[in-house]
């Protein structure tokens, strides 16, 4: 919660950069005038089809519009050297006139569709030193926006007045602070796409992948707006693009909760939350409403799934999981109206993680269980063999001199590689050499022999036990100990394959 309540504060104090950086338009007070005819100057906006609303009301979509407002200057603004601009962050077109000085165009503004050149989303207008005045300043815009296929609620994001270089500063501003969560998702999309090659847990590692691809996916949508210089239509397929990878963030999110809680109709469950966070997200108005609720609904309803499997009275690993859902809708209802903010793939980065720390918690304790299950199969098919031995012992075809014979295994206590060939000791004493190297031998061999050493191949039914190296031992650097063989041998055991010998014997 602390790392949480830090994002929120850094968020914060970004915000308040910018927004001091910038000054709106007088936002209570804009006059609005209906441009039927592709007239380059302004009219007098006293005619009786011009309108006094506030700045929200400002929509050129489908139309042109005069609109007329005002921009209060500070006195710092005049004794400041450093050049200034009007900003308009706005899906349409412009013409630009300020204190009655035209000042430029952004595409080409016009009352048809086929006249209308498409502007830029984002356009900057240089203002000359000499325009500006101390108190109130007039100015001027015709706008129209007849492309996209979008009906936006506020297709005027800002206008106003700021320094020339604001956009390009904070541009870099907006792109640095979100390098580190896109940096983060990236790789850990990288490492689950890897993992799910494995047929290990393939399911939850292809949700993970796909999860942290759809989060890094959308946030590289986000920031792309500062990073490339798109016409105004464009925006329309990024607000899309961005709801789609938020749907199918949540989607991912949901299906793993399913998956992970629900044992039975997991298809039914499935089908339903998807289908409720679909129609959440078509109903709802504004696109940042839109892929906030692509996510919350969820959240939301992965909580309502664990509580549910609580009050049967699982609880196993559920109070961690009820609580990450719980963080994450918080985060969401506290950053709802500013959700496309860097603060939100922070947030989706820290949620990411705890479920990929939990994850690898539960796995790392699965395996252990695998592995303990696994040595216990292991010695009991071990008991098994040595059974079988002695009831039906294995033969083993034996070529030297030009001459076969079969010896039985369960009369060799151990084998030495001796160049290319293989010295097999009996129990007898006997020595017999086999020509073939130890690895061609050890194929022949029944599961009660045990390698131990790069030289050595031990039958275990005639062990005694298994000795620590001491100086007494000269002749074998290369191992950590031997074993004492019921024939009196001392077969040396290799460093590598020791802790292998000691569970075999156990």
Not at 163 to 171: K, L, V
Not at 426 to 437: E, F, P, T, V
Request: some cysteine; overall charge positive; proline content about 4%.
């Amino acid at each position: 919660m602390l790392i949480l309540k830090c994002i929120v504060l850094a968020g914060i104090c970004c915000s308040s950069v910018v927004a001091q950086t910038l000054i709106s338009i007088n936002r209570d007070e804009v006059t609005i005038c209906p441009a039927p005819n592709d007239a380059d100057n302004p009219p007098a906006f006293n005619q009786p089809n011009c309108n006094t609303v506030a700045a929200t009301e400002i929509d050129p979509q489908n139309k042109a519009i005069w609109v007329k407002t005002r921009i209060e200057l500070p006195e710092d603004v005049l004794k400041n050297d450093q050049p200034y601009a009007i900003y308009i962050f706005a899906k349409t077109s412009s013409r630009v006139f300020f204190n009655g000085r035209y000042l430029g165009q952004n595409g080409t503004p016009s009352a048809s569709a086929d006249k209308e050149f498409a502007g830029r989303m984002d356009a900057t207008f240089y203002v000359p030193p000499a325009l500006l005045n101390q108190q109130s300043n007039e100015l001027v815009l015709l706008l129209s926006s007849h492309h996209g296929f979008l009906q936006l609620q506020g297709p005027i994001h800002f206008i106003g007045f700021g320094s020339y270089a604001f956009f390009t500063d904070s541009s870099w501003q907006n792109t640095w602070i979100s390098l580190i969560p896109f940096g983060a998702l990236l790789l850990g999309a990288l490492y689950f796409a890897v993992s799910s090659i494995s047929p290990f847990n393939r399911q939850n590692n292809i949700l993970f992948f796909l999860m942290a691809f759809f989060a890094a996916s959308q946030l590289f949508a986000e920031i792309s707006r500062h990073l490339f210089t798109y016409s105004y239509p464009m925006h329309d397929v990024r607000l899309m693009l961005i709801v789609c990878l938020s749907l199918g963030f949540g989607s991912c999110l949901w299906i793993y909760n399913v998956l992970k809680f629900v044992t039975k109709n997991r298809v039914v469950w499935i089908a339903v939350g998807m289908c409720l966070t679909i129609v959440a997200a078509v109903e709802l108005r504004g696109f940042d409403g839109k892929t906030a609720i692509a996510i919350l609904t969820p959240a939301l309803l992965s909580i309502l799934l664990i509580v549910y499997q609580l009050s049967k009275g699982q609880t196993k690993n559920l109070w961690t999981y009820l609580a990450v859902y719980s963080l994450l809708t918080v985060a969401i209802l506290l950053t709802f109206g500013h959700f496309h903010d860097s603060l939100f793939y922070y947030i989706i980065t820290l949620v990411l993680g705890l479920l990929f720390s939990h994850q690898a918690l539960e796995l790392s304790k699965e395996q252990g269980k695998r592995k303990t299950e696994e040595q216990q199969v292991a010695k009991l098919q071990f008991k098994l063999d040595q059974n079988n031995q002695r009831h039906t012992p294995h033969k083993i075809k034996i070529v030297s001199a030009g001459k076969v014979e079969f010896i039985a295994s369960e009369n060799v206590v151990y084998c030495k590689a001796a160049a290319d060939y293989t010295e097999l000791f009996l129990l007898d004493q006997k020595q017999i050499l086999y020509s073939g190297n130890l690895k061609e031998l050890e194929s022949q061999l029944p599961s009660t022999f045990l390698r131990v050493h790069r030289s050595y191949i031990v039958n275990t039914d005639f062990i005694t036990s298994l000795e620590k190296t001491s100086t007494s031992q000269p002749n074998t650097p290369l191992s950590s100990g031997f074993l004492l063989m019921t024939n009196g041998a001392q077969v040396p055991v290799s460093r590598r394959i020791m802790p292998m010998v000691r569970s075999a014997l156990a």
